[in-house]
């Protein structure tokens, strides 16, 4: 289904049939007027083309969407640009999402981590989400997982035990609590976060002097 209906803007709604087990490279991209779409159980990768998917980027008439559990992956850019999207929920099934899945989504501002998903680099990426809830299970943030995002809020799990390069790099987060659990948070993780005012974290975590901005007041437990 690669570039299947790409910028067929007369498009508002489709329900895709059970026939369908991967929604393909730009499939729906440019679909500004596609408001309703159904995708079947059958379905299980959304985008597959690791470099190259964008399968609804631009659909800017989207407002939610319902990924099935039966979808283990999202690719790159899967939702870019859809500046309608205000809820999405990323299933238990999903282990893999791609780069700057949800770039330019100004309508989509908190998003929930399952603990399922472990490949998750740059996913979110350039976003306008402001709070994230990473789930109890989660034990590592993925390399620049939201660097350039809005990222307000940060809700850590107990679970946590790494913090990838520049997870957080960029971002607009003011208060950060480490829980007691993380091992090590690698360099850039929180650079150049010049809202950040706090950081509370455990005397065992390693870190280095790359991690945090200078200005950061941090309070070791």
């Known amino acids: 289904m690669s570039k299947a209906f790409k910028d067929c803007v007369g498009l508002t709604g489709i329900v895709i049939p059970d026939s369908v087990t991967e929604i393909g490279n730009e499939a729906f991209s440019g679909c500004t007027g596609l408001t309703n779409v159904v995708i079947p159980n059958s379905v299980t990768e959304i985008?597959?083309?690791?470099?190259?998917?964008?399968?609804?980027?631009?659909?800017?008439?989207?407002?939610?969407?319902?990924?099935?559990?039966?979808?283990?992956?999202?690719?790159?850019?899967?939702?870019?640009?859809?500046?309608?999207?205000?809820?999405?929920i990323i299933p238990n099934s999903v282990t893999e999402i791609g780069s700057s899945t949800f770039s330019g989504c100004t309508g989509l501002e908190s998003i929930t981590v399952p603990a399922t998903l472990k490949d998750f680099g740059g996913a979110f990426a350039s976003s306008c989400i402001k709070t994230v809830v990473f789930e109890e299970g989660v034990t590592e943030v993925c390399e620049a997982a939201f660097v350039y995002s809005a990222l307000e809020q940060i809700v850590f799990p107990d679970s946590l035990l790494k913090i990838g390069k520049k997870a957080f790099a960029r971002t607009k987060v003011k208060n950060v609590t480490i829980p007691v659990g993380v091992e090590f948070i690698d360099q850039y993780a929180f650079s150049e976060c010049n809202a950040l005012e706090t950081v509370s974290i455990s005397k065992k975590t390693k870190y280095g002097s790359t991690v945090f901005p200078a200005t950061a007041k941090i309070t070791k437990y």
């Not at 980027?57 to 939610?64: D, I, K, P, R």
């Open 47 to 88: 985008g597959n083309d690791w470099y190259c998917d964008g399968a609804f980027s631009g659909c800017t008439g989207l407002t939610n969407v319902v990924i099935p559990d039966s979808v283990k992956k999202l690719g790159t850019k899967t939702f870019s640009g859809c500046t309608g999207l205000t809820n999405v």
